[in-house]
């Protein structure tokens, strides 16, 4: 029951999208987000993303510069780190949030 409880509550938070949704979404040049480590970022990481760390000190700091009414994209390596940043976004005021569905994996996995 607590899982059921527990996954009701993050589909309010965020939206899981596909890479092809996710790709459209993009194509909207909304605000997207790697909220992986600076190092995995550095490794290789979608056009036009910002890294804003989901375990980094600042993140709430860095993450609240971001314009809460917009939608805002976000994604990690695999959609662990993802959806406890759309957690902590949602504890924070946004309204707008987009995750990846696979993170990154999933996103290399299509495109090649």
Known sequence: MRFLFFF?????ISSLQSVDQFTVLMDKNYTLVDVRTPEEFEQGALPNAVNISVTGLD?????NRLDKDEPILIYCKSGRRSARAAIAMKALGFSKIYELDGGYLSWEAAKN
């Open 59 to 63: 993140f709430p700091f860095e993450i």
């Open 8 to 12: 009701l509550m993050l589909q309010s």
